[in-house]
Each structure stands twice: as C-alpha cells, then as structure tokens.
C-alpha cells in the first residue's frame, strides 16, 4: 500500500539513459569537424587512393609480378629487415638516452639534449653527406661504409634517433616517484621496480616513438643516395628502387612498391599498438 501511494499517478517512473553526446556536435564542432576531415582528406587520402589506383592499373597480376620479380623482392626484404633492426636499436638505446637525460645530472647535459634533435633539423641528404664525410673512403676515422649493409643502417639510425627518445623522456619527467619509493620501501631491487613500476608506463611511449622510426626508416631516401651505392641484390633500398621505377617511365611498378610499404608500415604500427594495450593491461 506504502510503494503504491508513493508511485506517482502516471504509473511507475523509469530511469532514463543519460544521453552521451556522442552524436551531438555544436556549430562551432560541426565545422571544425568538416574542416579537419576535408584537410585530410586532401592531404592523405585522396594521394593514397592515387597510388593504390595507379598501382593497380596494370592489373593485380601485374602487381604481385612487379612485387615477387627478384631484384625488387630483395630491395622489399633488406628494407624491412634493416628498418626492424633499427627500430629494436632505437628502442633499447632511445630509451637509456632518454633516461639519462631525465635522470642523471652531468656536465653537458643541456648541449647533449639540443644535439639529439639534430637529424630532425638535418635535409636528409646533408645527413648522407655527413655520414660520408666521416665513414667515407677519404674519412680520418679509416673505415669505409660506402656501398655496405652497415653503412645503410647507421644512415637509418642517424635519422631514426630522436623519436624514442622525444616520445619517451617527456613521460619520464611526469612520472611520480611515490611508487617508485613504495616499491623499494617494499624491498623490491632497481631492476624489479623498473621492469614492474616504470617499463608498463613508458611501453606506450616507447612504441609510438618505434612506430614513428619504423616508418621513416623503411621510406628513407636522402641519406641513402650518397651511402648505399644501390647495386642490385646488395645494397639496393625499397625508396631507391623507386626513384629506377620512375625514371624508367613504369609508374605502376613505383606505385606497387609504395603501396608494399604503406601496408607493411601500417601491420608494424598496429601490432606494436596491440603490444602496448597488451603490457597496459597486465599492469
């Protein structure tokens, strides 16, 4: 009788949803939005739609025949693997730098901090010639990389540098000491409270500065026209065989390259993105 009385006359209330929002934009959004999506549109999307169309012009056949054809598939592979070996460098090595910045105090520090971001600041060419100025035939140093698998991935390193480091040191420098002195107060060694504690949050860094080294490793050009020496079979780079495809007149043969590259440089940066949601999880 007492639940009854207190229903009011309209029948029993129902709880209504919260609305989201989710659908709803303001003016000043809405245009923002559409503004954004047009920018990109130009910027990006309509150039890869050129690309995937001028690669399929020929035919699929023709496609996978320019991809499988030796030459080409062996500028494909020493591509990828270098960039993958680069980015596991940049990785381990990207972060101990950005750890001593963050961390440690020494003489040098602020000009050491502005020297990381030289090969950002560095035409990519200036950076070849740099290279073969040091490691070059007529170097002071008395080591030749000119034409060597060893010379194309230092190239790649020098470029590929600074993005670990600038991606991981500014969570670094937010990062609360609290667990940090929680966990040693718990009688957990430095290696236990970096692998527990720190590691899980700076995995996301890490991974978004890999991504971004990976992909700029794979479409490398300046630097590599004065190291490499492109000879076929050896020292021969996915961009390079590129620029051969233009200047031979076969666009689709340029385009199916690119079109590899974009695919595989997209598969790496999804799965170190799954690999980050993964550790973040677990911790």
Do not use: C, H
Not at 1 to 24: C, I, N, V, Y
Not at 67 to 87: G, I, N, S, Y
Not at 225 to 234: A, E, F, H, K, Q
């Amino acid at each position: 009788m007492t639940q009854l009385l207190a229903e009011p006359a309209g029948g029993p209330t129902r709880k209504r949803r919260p609305s989201s929002g989710l659908f709803r934009l303001s003016a000043a959004s809405g245009i923002g939005l559409g503004l954004g999506v047009l920018w990109f549109s130009i910027l990006v999307l309509l150039p890869l739609a050129a690309v995937v169309g001028a690669a399929a012009a020929g035919g699929w056949g023709a496609f996978f025949d320019t991809l499988t054809e030796p030459e080409t598939f062996a500028a494909l592979r020493l591509t990828v693997v270098l960039a993958l070996l680069v980015t596991v460098v940049n990785a381990v090595v990207g972060t101990i730098v950005a750890w001593v910045l963050v961390r440690d105090q020494f003489v040098g520090k602020r000009i050491f901090d502005v020297v990381i971001d030289i090969p950002f600041a560095l035409p990519t060419i200036v950076a070849g010639l740099v290279l073969l100025s040091v490691y070059g035939q007529d170097s002071a140093v008395g080591y030749n990389i000119v034409n060597t698998r060893v010379g194309i991935f230092l190239a790649l390193l020098f470029v590929t540098l600074p993005f670990v480091v600038r991606t991981v040191q500014p969570v670094l420098m937010e990062l609360e000491a609290e667990a940090e002195e929680a966990a040693a107060s718990l009688g957990a060694s430095r290696l236990t409270t970096f692998r527990r504690v720190i590691l899980p949050s700076l995995v996301p860094a890490i991974t978004a500065g890999s991504s971004l080294g990976f992909a700029r490793a794979i479409s490398e050009f300046g630097s590599l026209v004065l190291i490499s020496g492109n000879t076929p079979y050896r020292t021969e780079m996915a961009s390079l065989k590129i620029l051969q495809f233009l200047e031979s007149d076969n666009q689709a043969g340029a385009a199916a390259v690119a079109v590899l590259l974009l695919l595989v440089a997209i598969a790496v940066i999804v799965a170190l993105d799954v690999i980050s949601r993964r550790v973040a999880r677990r911790a």
